[in-house]
């Protein structure tokens, strides 16, 4: 089955990960490149990340990567107070196919909230892609905003980092903790990725992560398979599990042909195709 990879990311010097060096075992752009050939991935989204200090200058690595490659269609890193008009045109000018936010918290929220007011026609414009890594308690700060991005495709990371679960959580305790992410299932543009499910096991390298199939289940109901998107979270995934692993995520095994094709890949190629 062809696929797109909604979430990896590519470091020039490698993530650090939990042993600090990559776990990719390489160079990780040389790693995905063998990956993506083997597993038949022909699109994916990387996503920018330069929220530390050595992870400066990732956006520029991306853009030179994408400027090579046109099966990367690179997320730049914004921090949550985003960047004005002139940034935003110098990202799209550099091939940027949208931006990428992290926000753990409400301030960080109401910071992205209050620039994506005065940035949305712009991002509209672009129809950008704009990935959220947002905690639960993130998202619900963020329904005003997201609904004013309806030329986007507005993409939640990780199942919505609802945290880490040593036991299998009941439907009720699922649908409570994701219910300001669930609640955003009414705009039409808002999407999910089912990716890091690793970031929801604890420990994280239980797969096949039994404790994130009650939250896939969710999702699947409240969103539909046509705005679940799969990723690998390449490289900081292979700390946890292989990623062949990453290939099949719980929670998935119910779907018809027609589903599978579109989360693990279809979607994807279709909000990258409304550029």
Excluded at 51 to 64: Q, T, V
Excluded at 167 to 177: D, I, K, L, S, Y
Excluded at 213 to 224: A, E, Q, S
Excluded at 252 to 275: K, Q
Aim: with cysteine.
């Amino acid at each position: 089955m062809p696929r797109a990879d909604a979430h990896l990311h590519l470091f020039a010097d490698g993530y650090p990960g939990r042993y600090g060096r990559s776990p990719a075992g390489g160079d990780e752009f040389a790693v995905y490149q063998t990956l993506r050939r083997e597993h038949d991935i022909d699109r994916a989204l990387v996503v920018g990340y330069e929220g530390a200090p050595e992870f400066a200058g990732n956006n520029s690595h991306l853009a030179r990567l994408a400027a090579e490659h046109d099966w990367i269609a690179p997320l730049a890193y914004l921090p949550a107070t985003g960047t004005d008009r002139r940034g935003l045109d110098r990202l799209r000018s550099a091939g940027f196919a949208g931006v990428a936010a992290y926000l753990p918290d409400p301030a960080s929220a109401d910071a992205f909230a209050d620039w994506a007011a005065t940035a949305g026609g712009s991002l509209n414009d672009a129809a950008a892609v704009v990935s959220l890594n947002a905690t639960p308690e993130a998202a619900g700060r963020l329904g005003r905003a997201l609904a004013a991005l309806d030329g986007c495709a507005v993409l939640f990371s990780h199942l919505g980092l609802p945290g880490r679960h040593a036991a299998v959580p009941t439907p009720e305790a699922v649908a409570g903790r994701l219910a300001p992410l669930t609640d955003l299932a009414r705009l039409p543009h808002v999407g999910v990725k089912v990716s890091g499910l690793y970031a929801v096991s604890d420990p994280a390298d239980a797969y096949p992560h039994a404790a994130a199939r009650p939250f896939v289940d969710l999702l699947l109901d409240r969103f539909g398979p046509a705005r679940l998107y799969w990723g690998s979270d390449f490289s900081p995934s292979l700390d946890h599990v292989s990623f062949a692993q990453t290939l099949h995520p719980v929670g998935l095994d119910g779907l018809s042909a027609a589903e599978a094709a579109d989360v693990h890949g279809g979607n994807l190629r279709r909000a990258l195709g409304r550029r």
